[in-house]
């Protein structure tokens, strides 16, 4: 038997989830996978991790290359709807699944992507209000002080607010200083960064100076793609903070480089 057929059937009534990891978790963090993957088993879930999962088709669908994701969506959809549910640690991704997939596709497709669409969920929101984490709080302000980064896709397709706030408290201790703007895009946007540079970079700049402002050494949120954008415009402008996805901190993944950082 696969991992993956294995997953279908759970283990000891466990429901199976597909833990999609994305592009950039694959590519440049892989801790945040793992990370992910440790707090999937830890809601004990019968987790499994697809071998042959690429990229979502976000990149292409931002540029309005439909045609090229068309054959992407179809892919990911084949290769995820043998799970209960689909998880994904990023806010922009899992939206691109639930939003955009049953905008692209027509019949059948159309069928299949609302199916998947009504199981997949971003990794704090599946925790906090499907998997009912078991949690053994900890004592308010007894981890780390971070500033929390609500991404624009996540908030504003998902709802994400409220759920990576909760477990950052009730599982490290966390204590949160929030942004004086946090609604507010930090300027990646994707392709934006790429075809405004000097709009994102002040936009940037502005969420970096609200995050010193709030005395936090550490900035956090649910996105790498924003994450990364900010943790490398803060190296260049030698800010003294440290950027940690959301997944790592819930597992006390602390000791290696922050994002942005080592070689």
């Not at 999937?40 to 042959?52: F, G, N, Y």
């Not at 209000?129 to 998902?158: F, K, M, N, W």
């Not at 709009?199 to 924003?226: E, F, H, Q, Y």
Request: glycine content about 10%.
């Amino acid at each position: 038997m696969t991992e993956t057929q294995h997953a279908h059937h759970g283990t000891r009534g466990k429901p199976s989830v597909a833990l999609f990891v994305t592009c950039l978790a694959d590519l440049l963090r892989p801790s945040v996978g793992e990370a992910s993957l440790r707090l999937l088993r830890h809601a004990r879930t019968a987790v499994s991790v697809p071998p042959q999962q690429t990229c979502c088709g976000q990149p292409a669908y931002n540029s309005g290359d439909y045609d090229a994701v068309r054959p992407l969506a179809k892919q990911v959809i084949a290769m995820l709807e043998y799970a209960d549910y689909v998880v994904l640690p990023s806010g922009s991704c899992a939206g691109m699944i639930c939003e955009h997939y049953p905008r692209l596709l027509e019949g059948e497709w159309r069928d299949r992507a609302l199916q998947l669409a009504a199981k997949t969920y971003e990794l704090t929101t599946f925790l906090v209000e499907v998997a009912g984490l078991e949690i053994q709080a900890q004592a308010p302000g007894s981890g780390p002080t971070v500033a929390y980064h609500d991404s624009c896709a996540g908030l504003r397709e998902l709802d994400i607010r409220e759920q990576p706030r909760k477990l950052l408290r009730e599982l490290c201790g966390a204590d949160i200083r929030e942004l004086q703007q946090r609604d507010v895009c930090c300027g990646f946007g994707g392709t934006f960064c790429a075809k405004m540079p000097e709009i994102s970079a002040k936009m940037a700049d502005d969420k970096l100076n609200d995050v010193l402002a709030t005395g936090a050494p550490i900035l956090t949120g649910g996105d790498l793609g924003c994450l990364l954008s900010l943790a490398g415009r803060a190296r260049r402008l030698d800010m003294d903070i440290e950027v940690r996805h959301v997944a790592e901190l819930l597992v006390g993944d602390t000791d290696g480089p922050a994002i942005g950082e080592g070689d």
